[in-house]
């Protein structure tokens, strides 16, 4: 009866394991249960410029989400997260030339019928130059799931985005 009952909690302990989505192990993203809290603001200095650096902009993009709360994205930088964005603000950061990796990812449960909630990319940056990137997320009443996707963007439509934008500043929890 013992082995029957550890083996009903083994397989119980699994399932539930399972049904929560880990995006640790998704190119670019960081531990699936660090938690990050967003603050937004309007006023922002200017990134101070270094031109040994790249500088990465990702804009979340909440124009189709016809739903409240919206969810706040964690953004992973080569393994590790790095910021969040959270109700049309944009979140930045300067990077090292070289190859990196990006990933966006929903914290937490925004819900039932939900598609995909990670989305990742690689790109090449070069010393000196910005590079924009969209998170849009999408969520129509009864027209299928909810779902995050990652898209690289022209210069000028990423400035016309973060432009309309606040600036996200994160803490982890």
Not at 1 to 9: C, P, Q
Not at 74 to 102: M, N, V
């Amino acid at each position: 009866m013992k082995l029957v009952l550890s083996i009903l909690v083994l397989v119980l302990g699994i399932s539930v394991a399972s049904a929560q989505p880990d995006s640790s192990g998704d190119p670019g993203c960081g531990l699936d249960k660090q938690k990050i809290e967003v603050t937004r603001t309007k006023k922002y200095p200017a990134m101070p410029a270094d031109p040994a650096k790249a500088i990465i902009y990702v804009i979340q993009d909440d124009s189709h989400f016809g739903s409240r709360p919206r969810p706040t994205t964690r953004i992973g930088i080569d393994g590790a997260w790095e910021g969040a964005t959270q109700g049309g603000s944009f979140f930045r950061a300067a990077l090292d030339p070289g190859e990196h990796h990006i990933c966006a990812s929903w914290q937490g449960f925004v819900g039932i019928n939900v598609g995909a909630r990670v989305g990742a990319l690689h790109f090449t940056a070069a010393p000196g130059e910005s590079y924009y990137f969209r998170v849009r997320d999408r969520f129509i009443r009864d027209h299928g799931p909810a779902d995050l996707e990652l898209a690289a963007l022209d210069s000028d439509e990423g400035q016309l985005l973060a432009s309309k934008a606040s600036l996200s500043s994160v803490s982890s929890k």
